[in-house]
């Protein structure tokens, strides 16, 4: 049986070879007067390009357009969402980046489409089937300062809605995948497991795209039975960071899709492809009625693009080792 390969997230925006041209360069020409919005926007679709070319050579199955018209995970969307607006630099989790808060100051609500031109031109570059990037709710809420005067259940549940219609204007634009980051389902506890299911569900329910719920860094083991039921089609579990997910595998529904988190977007260090196929096999003998994706831990940008490009050529020789071997 083959295994799909995908990454998961953004992906490095500096050029590798010369001639590429720099976004950053062009945003801080932007910056200085020197350059115009539409010299940015061009810059981006050139980005946007050159990674999905980077995928394609290497045979990915689900690229994505690696959202090099976004700062960072969370604010790109939140801009777009009423009820939100965006304050200062704020730590991202345990590591050594920043990223813009975004605050919540009225009801949350949908605008109009956010991303849908960006997969729009990502999927015209592409033969392949694009997969779309959203934040998931549960992780944009706890992302967020919520200075509105609501309560946590309602604005966690109004962010869901909120995002349910914008992967429908992805899935009415030609998505057939969607994938929700979710960093903070790892780090829920038990007694939060009710407000991840609220926020995820409205987004979950109905949705005619496939969708992949990605949890890295952590296990979302303390409320994975609240979410386990929702009508996902692929949990991602990064299980470099977090080898706890090993110990998901059992508790996953019959048919679902797990994508293996075994490319260390955190790390340079190459992986073995027969190392990596002996994994993947692992996971087929324990639960052979899955399916299963070969993935990134995250999001490769934090990496030098030289580096990311390496890792993405290993995680497709590592999953066509593994689909030769049949996964034994």
């Known amino acids: 049986m083959k295994i799909e390969t995908t990454l998961a997230g953004s992906y490095p925006k500096l050029p590798t070879s010369p001639g590429d041209i720099n976004l950053r360069v062009v945003k801080n020409r932007r910056d200085q007067g020197k350059a115009t919005e539409q010299d940015v926007q061009d810059a981006v679709r050139q980005t946007t390009r050159r990674i999905l070319e980077i995928q394609e050579r290497a045979g990915v199955d689900l690229p994505v357009d690696g959202a090099a018209g976004w700062d960072d995970a969370q604010t790109y969307v939140a801009r777009g969402l009423g009820g939100f607006q965006i304050a200062g630099l704020i730590r991202y989790l ?115 795209a496939k969708t992949t719920v990605h949890v890295p860094f ?30 998901l595998l059992p508790r996953i529904p019959e048919g679902r899709t797990v994508a293996l988190g075994l490319i260390d977007a955190r790390n340079t260090k190459l992986e073995e492809a027969d190392e990596v196929a002996r994994e993947i096999a692992r996971a087929r003998a324990a639960r052979p009625d899955l399916a299963y994706q070969l993935s990134t831990t995250a999001s490769l940008e934090y990496l030098p693009a030289d580096k990311a490009e390496l890792k993405v050529t290993r995680l497709v020789e590592a999953a066509r080792t593994a689909s030769r071997n049949g996964g034994s």
């Open 218 to 247: 952590t296990a979302p083991t303390a409320v994975f039975d609240a979410i386990r039921e929702l009508p996902w089609t692929a949990i991602g579990l990064d299980l470099r960071e977090a080898p706890a997910g090993w110990d």
């Open 94 to 208: 345990d590591t050594n980046t920043y990223y813009r808060q975004p605050e919540i100051v009225g009801p949350v609500t949908w605008k109009g489409p956010i991303t849908v031109e960006d997969f729009r031109a990502a999927q015209a570059m592409s033969e392949r089937p694009v997969k779309a990037f959203l934040p998931g709710p549960y992780s944009l809420y706890r992302f967020s300062k919520d200075r509105h005067e609501g309560n946590e259940g309602e604005a966690l549940a109004a962010i869901g809605a909120a995002l349910a219609k914008e992967a429908g204007a992805l899935e009415e634009a030609g998505a057939r995948w969607i994938h929700f980051e979710e960093p903070w389902l790892g780090r829920a506890h038990a007694e939060d497991a009710p407000k991840a299911r609220a926020a995820l569900a409205p987004l979950l329910e109905g949705r005619k």
